[in-house]
């Protein structure tokens, strides 16, 4: 992601417009200039690098541009690490201890440095020159890391990768976002969810399968007062919403004004032709095996239900529930199918305390009879769905038993 | 059985559930469709809590995680009149609210009363590593038996006393907003911005301290700290306190020649601006046309290379090698006084303190090395430190008598600031203060910009300073020609 000074974006009335570079034989060039800078600038410091990157930036006014690729390429794909041989808090103190007891000036300088490198090469039992001194004294100073690796992206894969940027910096100033997933098979959701939490963020979900689901997405305190405080929350959630099949986005954004001529309300939209490319590695396609297994033998079963994937969302108080498998007869009837396999106790009270309070009564739960559910704390008895018992594996022909067929 | 209402902390809010009898707490809460509960603003914690317990609900409180602290002082001065009156005030108001107290007036002691009478752990929220450094030094003294650390800087405690800068507390207000039953807000008049309120609004603190010099903001948003924080509840002013120990103390002005390249290099780069000025018709030396310049330089290759052409004349001015034979100068003549160098950016302080090997704190500087560093200067194992701007906002570096400002901006704020760093210390000390600049550059305009003028009134927080600085005008002003 980019800071905000290097953010570039315009308005058409109230929306928001980012910067979007098309993939040109120009910036192409461009990317490919910088990413070969940094590739030679490996094993250097890093305040070579930047000396190098200034030169480049040169006296062009698209500087702004070439400052946000440089940028990405340092945070993202670029590893620095500390180079000295003895930590650089020590030798500072042992430096200027030493220089305190003469009167400080370039002479007295050279001295001291050449009294301490001896010193460490005694100590370090290997030669330890005056320059490496100088050298070490400040190795701890992030300019002075060096550039240990260079996870080199290709031209067009460093442009994609500053237009997401960009319309992640959009969303630094969003209070919220409201996301319209149209009907999906498959889904996706699980990812956009799992991230979703993992930045602290709340959804606030309505809709169904057939007709798709408006998600509206902020934080805990949105509740009293619409800030920019989940913006970034938001702007990290984009790569995962990216993820998604079918979407359209709406933020709603709280601009810095910066002039009388900004709005004090602005937009920023986005749909699933954006044409952006995500950088998080995609969900697994199956949670596990035994679902994977199941999607196949349904494929090779002869009945009208069809089989959909991660195509519902059920809202739960504080979270929200994602079903494996959504079942569709052409008269219109529908079941939800979760399959419950092996895992941990405590995932299985969560699960079981999730469906007692979905309230849906059209959930069927496939439950392996190797799990211990007693032990689990959990009684199926009193659990508002069908049940169906499996040992290795989850049969076609048992699920549609249980829906009558 | 129905379950008593419960109130939970959630990521800077309470959720209190089963919603209890009676109607005081509907006031404060919002239905959360999302969850299915009612949910609260932290901040309204003690209000809603002192509701329900005026009503007779019992209520189950996880929502809080503070704990009583013991803490003995090992540090105990006599206070002064004004900071028990202080004391007494806030603690009138029930704990809650904000003491207007000049810089130098010992508001890290009346803290630390506070604290002794609240007895509950404490986040101390800072504006600057600085502060936060002389916060954690002076607490560490107070009550060495006390769990003291730091959030920012390089650490991250979790600790019962817990000293925080505005960003990183900030930016962990959802994770600290139930830990503390105090929280002191330094300078608090930086609290009320966008990205740091919510330190006040996602806590829920029943007591809160705020201190400053400068209450009011330009904003006007200085009327938010009622709600975050409290009401002014103690203000007084420097002359009421006038009579303070204060050094006194002499301004040097020195004027350093750029050398023959310097010069033509300069004047070079100066002419190039200046053409490319005046073909826009753009006039420096006003925030208007400083911004005309900036998007014109944006927008053209002669007006990005007049730009670049500034900045390195600037670098020239400010930089100079000549400097730093005056500097080399300096500390011979005053060698083994305790003496602060300052430089106005980070790349000066480490070129000074590369080639004269000298300490140098800067804002990257971790704040356990800016301690130890410091301390080392209090003993005088480092008679000299080298320091950028990072050192200006109410700092007590002890027994200073020597600075040496290199370069600064044209803040007349901070120039004074730095004065008070060694006028504040030592009885009947004679301070000295070199200011070297280069001759006849646009940074001697900041110079003479930074020299506060009679007409203008300084800061109020620097009443105390006034008749000092009136008589350092007529100060001695020296003409330096390096020998070399």
Same mark, same amino acid.
């Given at each position: 992601?980019?800071?905000?000074?290097?953010?570039?974006?315009?308005?058409?009335?109230?929306?928001?417009?980012?910067?979007?570079?098309?993939?040109?034989?120009?910036?192409?060039?461009?990317?490919?200039?910088?990413?070969?800078?940094?590739?030679?600038?490996?094993?250097?410091?890093?305040?070579?690098?930047?000396?190098?990157?200034?030169?480049?930036?040169?006296?062009?006014?698209?500087?702004?541009?070439?400052?946000?690729?440089?940028?990405?390429?340092?945070?993202?794909?670029?590893?620095?690490?500390?180079?000295?041989? !003895?930590?650089?808090?020590?030798?500072?103190?042992?430096?200027?201890?030493?220089?305190?007891?003469?009167?400080?000036?370039?002479?007295?300088?050279?001295?001291?440095?050449?009294?301490?490198?001896?010193?460490?090469?005694?100590?370090? $039992?290997?030669?330890?020159?005056?320059?490496?001194?100088?050298?070490?004294?400040?190795?701890?100073?992030?300019?002075?890391?060096?550039?240990?690796?260079?996870? $080199?992206?290709?031209?067009?894969?460093?442009?994609?990768?500053?237009?997401?940027?960009?319309?992640?910096?959009?969303?630094?100033?969003?209070?919220?976002?409201?996301?319209?997933?149209?009907?999906?098979?498959?889904? $996706?959701?699980?990812?956009?969810?799992?991230?979703?939490?993992?930045?602290?963020?709340?959804?606030?979900?309505?809709?169904?399968?057939?007709?798709?689901?408006?998600?509206?997405?902020?934080?805990?305190?949105?509740?009293?007062?619409?800030?920019?405080?989940?913006?970034?929350?938001?702007?990290?959630?984009?790569?995962?919403?990216?993820?998604?099949?079918?979407?359209?986005?709406?933020?709603?954004?709280?601009?810095?004004?910066?002039?009388?001529?900004?709005?004090?309300?602005?937009?920023?939209?986005?749909?699933?032709?954006?044409?952006?490319?995500?950088?998080?590695?995609?969900?697994?396609?199956?949670?596990?095996?035994?679902?994977?297994?199941?999607?196949?033998?349904?494929?090779?079963?002869?009945?009208?239900?069809?089989?959909?994937?991660?195509?519902?969302?059920?809202? !739960?108080?504080?979270?929200?529930?994602?079903?494996?498998?959504?079942?569709?007869?052409?008269?219109?009837?529908?079941?939800?199918?979760?399959?419950?396999?092996?895992?941990?106790?405590?995932?299985?009270?969560?699960?079981?305390?999730?469906?007692?309070?979905?309230?849906?009564?059209?959930?069927?739960?496939?439950?392996?009879?190797?799990?211990?559910?007693?032990?689990?704390?959990?009684?199926?008895?009193?659990?508002?769905?069908?049940?169906?018992?499996?040992?290795?594996?989850?049969?076609?022909?048992?699920?549609?038993?249980?829906?009558?067929? | 059985?129905?379950?008593?209402?419960?109130?939970?902390?959630?990521?800077?809010?309470?959720?209190?559930?089963?919603?209890?009898?009676?109607?005081?707490?509907?006031?404060?809460?919002?239905?959360?469709?999302?969850?299915?509960?009612?949910?609260?603003?932290?901040?309204?914690?003690?209000?809603?809590?002192?509701?329900?317990?005026?009503?007779?609900?019992?209520?189950?409180?996880?929502?809080?995680?503070?704990?009583?602290?013991?803490?003995?002082?090992?540090?105990?001065?006599?206070?002064?009149?004004?900071?028990?009156?202080?004391?007494?005030?806030?603690?009138?108001?029930?704990?809650?609210?904000?003491?207007?107290?000049?810089?130098?007036?010992?508001?890290?002691?009346?803290?630390?009363?506070?604290?002794?009478?609240?007895?509950?752990?404490?986040?101390?929220?800072?504006?600057?590593?600085?502060?936060?450094?002389?916060?954690?030094?002076?607490?560490?003294?107070?009550?060495?038996?006390?769990?003291?650390?730091?959030?920012?800087?390089?650490?991250?405690?979790?600790?019962?006393?817990?000293?925080?800068?505005?960003?990183?507390?900030? !930016?962990?207000?959802?994770?600290?907003?139930?830990?503390?039953?105090?929280?002191?807000?330094?300078?608090?008049?930086?609290?009320?911005? $966008?990205?740091?309120?919510?330190?006040?609004?996602?806590?829920?603190?029943?007591?809160?301290?705020?201190?400053?010099?400068?209450?009011?903001?330009?904003?006007?948003?200085?009327?938010?700290?009622?709600?975050?924080?409290?009401?002014?509840?103690?203000?007084?002013?420097?002359?009421?306190?006038?009579? +303070?120990?204060?050094?006194?103390?002499?301004?040097?002005?020195?004027?350093?020649?750029?050398?023959?390249?310097?010069?033509?290099?300069?004047?070079?780069?100066?002419?190039?601006?200046?053409?490319?000025?005046?073909?826009?018709?753009?006039?420096?030396?006003?925030?208007?046309?400083?911004?005309?310049?900036?998007?014109?330089?944006?927008?053209?290759?002669?007006?990005?290379?007049?730009?670049?052409?500034?900045?390195?004349?600037?670098?020239?001015?400010?930089? +100079?090698?000549?400097?730093?034979?005056?500097?080399?100068?300096?500390?011979?003549?005053?060698?083994?006084?305790?003496?602060?160098?300052?430089?106005?950016?980070?790349?000066?302080?480490?070129?000074?303190?590369?080639?004269?090997?000298?300490?140098?704190?800067?804002?990257?500087?971790?704040?356990?090395?800016?301690?130890?560093?410091?301390?080392?200067?209090?003993?005088?194992?480092?008679?000299?430190?080298?320091?950028?701007?990072?050192?200006?906002?109410?700092?007590?570096?002890?027994?200073?008598?020597?600075?040496?400002?290199?370069?600064?901006?044209?803040?007349?704020?901070?120039?004074?600031?730095?004065?008070?760093?060694?006028?504040?210390?030592?009885?009947?000390?004679?301070?000295?203060?070199?200011?070297?600049?280069?001759?006849?550059?646009?940074?001697?305009?900041?110079?003479?910009?930074?020299?506060?003028?009679?007409?203008?009134?300084?800061?109020?927080?620097?009443?105390?300073?006034?008749?000092?600085?009136?008589?350092?005008?007529?100060?001695?002003?020296?003409?330096?020609?390096?020998?070399?």
């Amino acid at each position: 992601m980019l800071p905000a000074d290097l953010l570039i974006q315009r308005y058409q009335g109230e929306e928001v417009i980012p910067k979007r570079l098309p993939c040109s034989a120009d910036n192409l060039a461009i990317a490919a200039e910088l990413i070969a800078l940094f590739r030679a600038a490996t094993g250097g410091t890093r305040a070579d690098l930047q000396a190098q990157l200034q030169v480049l930036e040169g006296e062009e006014t698209d500087y702004r541009m070439k400052r946000g690729l440089a940028h990405l390429l340092e945070s993202a794909f670029s590893t620095f690490e500390m180079r000295s041989l !003895i930590d650089p808090v020590m030798l500072r103190q042992r430096v200027f201890a030493l220089s305190a007891q003469s009167v400080p000036g370039p002479q007295s300088s050279a001295t001291t440095v050449a009294a301490v490198a001896e010193t460490l090469s005694r100590e370090l $039992e290997q030669d330890v020159s005056p320059e490496q001194i100088r050298a070490w004294l400040y190795a701890d100073l992030p300019e002075q890391q060096l550039l240990t690796s260079f996870d $080199e992206p290709t031209p067009a894969a460093l442009i994609e990768r500053y237009n997401l940027s960009q319309a992640q910096g959009v969303l630094y100033r969003a209070s919220h976002v409201v996301i319209t997933a149209h009907r999906n098979d498959p889904g $996706e959701y699980k990812l956009l969810f799992r991230y979703g939490k993992l930045f602290g963020l709340m959804a606030y979900i309505e809709g169904d399968a057939d007709h798709g689901f408006t998600l509206t997405i902020d934080g805990p305190t949105s509740l009293f007062t619409p800030s920019t405080r989940y913006g970034l929350a938001l702007a990290k959630l984009l790569p995962a919403l990216l993820h998604v099949t079918r979407w359209s986005l709406t933020a709603t954004l709280v601009p810095r004004r910066l002039s009388p001529y900004t709005p004090s309300v602005a937009r920023f939209r986005l749909d699933a032709d954006c044409g952006l490319v995500t950088h998080y590695p995609p969900g697994k396609v199956h949670d596990s095996m035994l679902e994977q297994a199941f999607a196949e033998r349904w494929s090779h079963t002869n009945t009208p239900w069809r089989l959909e994937r991660e195509v519902d969302l059920i809202p !739960i108080p504080g979270s929200v529930m994602v079903p494996d498998f959504r079942l569709v007869h052409p008269d219109g009837r529908s079941f939800l199918l979760e399959i419950v396999g092996y895992w941990r106790p405590e995932y299985l009270r969560k699960k079981f305390a999730q469906v007692r309070r979905a309230g849906r009564h059209d959930l069927i739960l496939a439950i392996s009879e190797r799990l211990n559910l007693e032990r689990a704390g959990v009684k199926t008895a009193d659990l508002p769905a069908r049940v169906v018992w499996f040992k290795d594996r989850v049969l076609p022909k048992a699920v549609l038993e249980v829906l009558g067929e | 059985m129905a379950r008593s209402p419960t109130l939970s902390f959630d990521r800077g809010t309470l959720i209190l559930h089963p919603p209890p009898p009676g109607k005081a707490w509907i006031d404060y809460a919002v239905w959360d469709d999302r969850v299915e509960r009612f949910r609260i603003p932290a901040l309204y914690y003690r209000r809603l809590v002192e509701a329900l317990t005026a009503e007779g609900t019992t209520l189950v409180d996880s929502a809080r995680e503070f704990s009583p602290l013991t803490l003995v002082p090992a540090l105990e001065m006599t206070p002064y009149p004004h900071q028990r009156e202080a004391l007494a005030a806030w603690i009138a108001a029930g704990r809650m609210g904000v003491v207007v107290l000049p810089t130098g007036a010992g508001k890290t002691y009346l803290a630390q009363l506070a604290m002794q009478a609240t007895r509950r752990s404490t986040l101390i929220v800072v504006p600057t590593l600085d502060l936060m450094h002389q916060w954690y030094a002076h607490l560490l003294a107070a009550f060495p038996d006390a769990p003291v650390g730091l959030l920012g800087g390089g650490s991250h405690d979790n600790t019962a006393v817990l000293v925080a800068t505005y960003d990183s507390a900030a !930016i962990y207000a959802e994770a600290l907003g139930n830990k503390y039953a105090l929280v002191v807000f330094d300078e608090c008049h930086h609290l009320p911005s $966008e990205f740091t309120r919510v330190i006040a609004e996602y806590s829920l603190a029943p007591y809160r301290l705020g201190l400053t010099a400068t209450l009011e903001r330009s904003d006007g948003k200085h009327t938010d700290l009622q709600a975050l924080i409290g009401p002014e509840v103690y203000r007084t002013s420097a002359a009421a306190l006038s009579g +303070t120990v204060l050094a006194a103390h002499r301004i040097v002005h020195l004027t350093v020649k750029l050398s023959q390249s310097e010069r033509q290099r300069y004047d070079a780069l100066i002419d190039t601006r200046n053409r490319f000025l005046q073909d826009h018709g753009i006039r420096l030396g006003s925030l208007t046309g400083w911004q005309a310049f900036v998007k014109a330089s944006a927008r053209s290759r002669a007006g990005r290379s007049a730009m670049l052409a500034h900045r390195e004349a600037r670098a020239i001015a400010f930089g +100079t090698a000549g400097k730093l034979r005056v500097l080399a100068d300096l500390l011979a003549q005053h060698a083994g006084a305790r003496t602060l160098v300052f430089t106005d950016d980070n790349a000066m302080v480490y070129r000074v303190s590369r080639e004269f090997l000298l300490p140098a704190i800067t804002h990257k500087t971790a704040v356990k090395e800016r301690h130890d560093i410091l301390q080392r200067f209090r003993t005088g194992e480092y008679p000299v430190i080298v320091t950028s701007r990072v050192l200006n906002e109410g700092v007590d570096v002890p027994e200073a008598s020597v600075a040496v400002v290199l370069s600064g901006t044209g803040s007349q704020r901070e120039y004074v600031q730095r004065l008070g760093r060694i006028l504040r210390r030592g009885e009947g000390k004679l301070a000295v203060l070199y200011e070297v600049i280069a001759e006849a550059t646009s940074e001697e305009q900041l110079s003479r910009r930074r020299r506060p003028s009679t007409a203008v009134k300084p800061y109020r927080q620097l009443d105390l300073l006034e008749s000092e600085l009136l008589a350092a005008e007529g100060g001695e002003e020296t003409c330096y020609q390096p020998t070399c």
